[in-house]
């Protein structure tokens, strides 16, 4: 049998220009430049919604790791005579599993995004327990657990990945297959040059990745795959994390059988032995970059057909009298919609007056002052943006409870002091659990304008009651660029298990006793919440839409088809 890179006793020490092997090199260029212009159009694109909440920076590292393999791979069948002996193993030992591990790290990302995102859920919020901060212990494990999910993760990782490359150097160092001078006595190989270079592409040697390889493949993979099952997203996250775990399971071993069963000779002509990982990794590639690609496009596409409804709609209502009959006519379309649609039209392009009555900023706040909870549960446990429906709630119910002192509607006196009090607590509260890039677990996307505006009303009270929650090095007013190679446009959940149990257990027993800022007033929160507004109606909005169509065409088939039974 050959090696890893297909090379016998009997292989010329040159390079091999035979049409498989142009063809490979040709392939290997082709999509290396693909995948370069789809990593690139990611990072452009890093502040649409769908990609703010993915781990880039972890996901695109792994995809440059796991590329530099299938690189060489490609072009190993041509060049793979003139390398020397020990490469291929260096390379088998180091891009690949490192990859993995970087990439099973980032896909772990999604359940964690998906486990928070509960919270915003109606009747899905967690438990907290008051006394966490008090529970605190020393020593590194407990230090770990409070660190950020992104951070535990990388360091996890790091870990495998220095496991993985302290025995692959313990296994070149103690073979003398690669080396004569040193080793265990006994492990050395004899023949021409290139009789020995086959010798070390196989053997006991290439075991830890091996095993590397396996445990990313078969047993990490797999447990994301069955913890993700009930997952159902907008986003199409779950299908790229499913087609990933099921697209690396057959790698390793149809990678091991072209190398040691002599019956796959004749196909080892035409595709060498670690080509069977390549088309895993080929797999992710197109999961990992060119789905998301795929998704962004679709939400530019989305987001501009609800663009052009709206001003449809705003030209079609111009007129006498023409508000009120446009708003009876989208609070008809909304109350049918979450109550099953009539029609059983399944697009949101089908009915071009039913879309222009339902994609407006009209029927946005008709739900969000009805009837929120079913726009709430769909942002949050499939559009992974529960935080825009829950701080517009969360800021009307505040409005509903502000004083008239506070609105300039009454003189301020003692009584109307607490009061006020009282108020800015409650907006402190919303403060923290939405807007701080300190504290929320989720901040909602504004302007850095308004975010340095509320910052300073509300950020020194917060760091009074729930203490400092962040790095002391980050501006405020631009969170996102502390460097110039960072991914994540906005700050990245708060991944410690006791982080955001701050803000939830002290807003049920600890209040901000402090001078009230003389900037806070009733409409603190009003370009926030506009903005976020134009966020849900342009971006979540049109996609619950859709699915409260389709929802309504299946059950109206399922009830045709039962009648038709009956």
């Given at each position: 049998?050959?090696?890893?890179?297909?090379?016998?006793?009997?292989?010329?020490?040159?390079?091999?220009?035979?049409?498989?092997?142009i063809?490979?090199a040709?392939?290997?260029?082709?999509w290396?430049?693909?995948?370069?212009?789809?990593?690139?159009?990611?990072?452009?694109r890093r502040?649409?919604p769908?990609?703010?909440?993915?781990?880039?920076g972890?996901?695109?590292?792994?995809?440059?790791?796991?590329?530099?393999?299938f690189t060489?791979?490609?072009?190993?069948?041509?060049?793979?005579?003139?390398?020397?002996?020990?490469?291929q193993?260096w390379?088998?030992?180091?891009?690949?599993?490192?990859?993995?591990?970087l990439?099973?790290?980032?896909?772990?990302?999604?359940?964690?995004?998906?486990?928070?995102q509960?919270?915003?859920?109606?009747?899905?919020?967690?438990?907290?327990?008051?006394?966490?901060?008090?529970?605190?212990?020393?020593?590194?494990?407990?230090?770990?657990?409070?660190?950020?999910?992104?951070?535990?993760?990388?360091?996890?990782?790091?870990?495998?990945m220095a496991?993985?490359?302290?025995?692959?150097?313990?296994?070149?160092?103690?073979s003398?297959?690669?080396h004569?001078?040193?080793?265990?006595?006994?492990?050395?190989?004899?023949?021409?040059?290139?009789?020995?270079?086959t010798?070390?592409?196989?053997?006991w040697?290439?075991?830890?990745?091996?095993?590397?390889?396996?445990?990313?493949?078969?047993?990490?993979?797999?447990?994301?795959l069955?913890?993700?099952?009930?997952?159902?997203?907008?986003?199409?996250?779950?299908?790229?994390?499913?087609?990933?775990?099921?697209?690396?399971l057959?790698?390793?071993?149809?990678?091991?059988?072209?190398?040691?069963?002599?019956?796959?000779?004749?196909?080892?002509k035409?595709?060498i032995?670690?080509?069977?990982l390549?088309?895993?990794?080929?797999a992710?590639?197109?999961?990992?970059?060119?789905?998301?690609?795929w998704?962004?496009?679709r939400?530019?596409?989305?987001?501009?057909?609800?663009?052009?409804?709206?001003?449809?709609?705003?030209?079609?209502?111009?007129?006498?009298?023409?508000?009120?009959?446009?708003?009876?006519?989208?609070?008809t379309?909304?109350?049918?919609?979450?109550?099953?649609?009539k029609?059983?039209?399944?697009s949101?392009?089908?009915?071009?007056?039913?879309?222009?009555?339902?994609?407006?900023?009209?029927?946005?706040e008709?739900?969000?002052?009805?009837?929120?909870?079913?726009?709430?549960?769909?942002?949050?446990?499939n559009?992974?943006?529960?935080?825009n429906?829950?701080?517009?709630t969360?800021?009307?119910?505040?409005?509903?409870?502000?004083?008239?002192a506070?609105?300039?509607?009454?003189e301020?006196?003692?009584?109307?002091?607490?009061?006020?009090?009282?108020?800015?607590?409650?907006?402190?509260?919303?403060y923290?659990?939405?807007?701080?890039?300190?504290?929320?677990?989720f901040?909602?996307?504004?302007?850095?304008?308004d975010?340095?505006?509320?910052?300073?009303?509300f950020?020194?009270?917060?760091?009074?009651?729930?203490?400092?929650?962040g790095?002391?090095?980050?501006?405020?007013?631009?969170?996102?660029?502390?460097?110039t190679?960072?991914?994540?446009?906005?700050?990245?959940?708060?991944?410690s298990?006791f982080?955001?149990?701050?803000v939830?257990?002290?807003?049920?027993?600890?209040?901000?006793?402090?001078e009230?800022?003389?900037?806070?007033?009733?409409?603190?929160?009003?370009?926030?919440?506009?903005?976020?507004?134009y966020?849900?109606l342009?971006?979540?909005?049109?996609?619950?839409?859709?699915?409260?169509?389709r929802?309504?065409?299946?059950?109206?088939?399922?009830?045709?088809?039962?009648?038709?039974?009956?």
């Amino acid at each position: 049998m050959g090696s890893e890179l297909g090379l016998t006793a009997d292989s010329k020490p040159q390079a091999d220009y035979s049409p498989i092997s142009i063809w490979w090199a040709v392939w290997g260029s082709f999509w290396t430049v693909a995948v370069a212009l789809g990593m690139a159009y990611l990072i452009k694109r890093r502040d649409t919604p769908l990609l703010r909440i993915r781990s880039l920076g972890l996901s695109l590292s792994a995809i440059a790791l796991l590329h530099l393999y299938f690189t060489a791979v490609q072009f190993g069948s041509m060049y793979g005579a003139l390398m020397p002996g020990d490469a291929q193993y260096w390379i088998m030992g180091t891009y690949l599993p490192c990859g993995m591990a970087l990439f099973h790290g980032s896909n772990s990302y999604f359940l964690h995004v998906a486990k928070l995102q509960k919270r915003f859920a109606p009747y899905e919020t967690r438990r907290v327990d008051p006394a966490a901060y008090s529970k605190r212990k020393p020593g590194l494990i407990s230090l770990f657990r409070r660190l950020d999910y992104t951070t535990r993760v990388v360091v996890l990782v790091v870990i495998a990945m220095a496991i993985q490359i302290f025995l692959t150097v313990l296994m070149w160092v103690i073979s003398r297959k690669f080396h004569r001078s040193w080793g265990i006595p006994g492990t050395e190989v004899y023949g021409s040059e290139m009789a020995q270079k086959t010798e070390q592409g196989r053997g006991w040697e290439w075991w830890p990745g091996v095993f590397s390889q396996v445990f990313w493949a078969w047993i990490v993979a797999p447990i994301i795959l069955w913890r993700s099952r009930n997952i159902h997203d907008t986003q199409g996250w779950r299908v790229q994390t499913i087609a990933c775990a099921i697209a690396g399971l057959p790698g390793t071993p149809m990678w091991l059988i072209a190398l040691y069963v002599p019956g796959m000779e004749p196909v080892n002509k035409y595709l060498i032995p670690p080509q069977w990982l390549c088309f895993s990794i080929l797999a992710i590639e197109i999961c990992t970059v060119f789905i998301p690609c795929w998704e962004v496009m679709r939400h530019q596409s989305l987001r501009q057909e609800t663009l052009d409804a709206i001003a449809q709609w705003e030209k079609r209502t111009k007129g006498n009298n023409a508000d009120d009959k446009s708003l009876g006519s989208t609070a008809t379309m909304v109350d049918s919609m979450l109550s099953g649609w009539k029609s059983t039209n399944g697009s949101v392009k089908t009915n071009s007056s039913a879309r222009e009555s339902i994609l407006n900023m009209s029927a946005l706040e008709y739900v969000l002052d009805r009837n929120p909870t079913p726009l709430q549960k769909f942002s949050a446990l499939n559009d992974f943006s529960g935080e825009n429906v829950a701080f517009l709630t969360s800021v009307t119910e505040w409005k509903a409870v502000i004083p008239p002192a506070l609105r300039g509607v009454t003189e301020k006196d003692d009584s109307s002091k607490e009061s006020i009090r009282a108020c800015f607590n409650q907006a402190l509260f919303i403060y923290a659990e939405f807007i701080s890039v300190h504290h929320a677990e989720f901040p909602v996307n504004i302007s850095s304008h308004d975010l340095k505006k509320l910052d300073s009303i509300f950020e020194e009270p917060a760091r009074i009651l729930f203490g400092n929650g962040g790095s002391a090095d980050t501006d405020p007013a631009t969170p996102f660029n502390k460097s110039t190679f960072d991914f994540d446009a906005r700050p990245s959940p708060i991944y410690s298990e006791f982080s955001q149990s701050s803000v939830s257990a002290i807003k049920e027993r600890a209040q901000y006793w402090g001078e009230v800022p003389a900037a806070f007033d009733a409409t603190v929160f009003d370009d926030a919440e506009k903005s976020i507004k134009y966020l849900v109606l342009t971006n979540t909005w049109p996609k619950f839409i859709r699915s409260q169509r389709r929802i309504s065409v299946d059950s109206a088939e399922t009830l045709r088809s039962t009648t038709e039974l009956v």
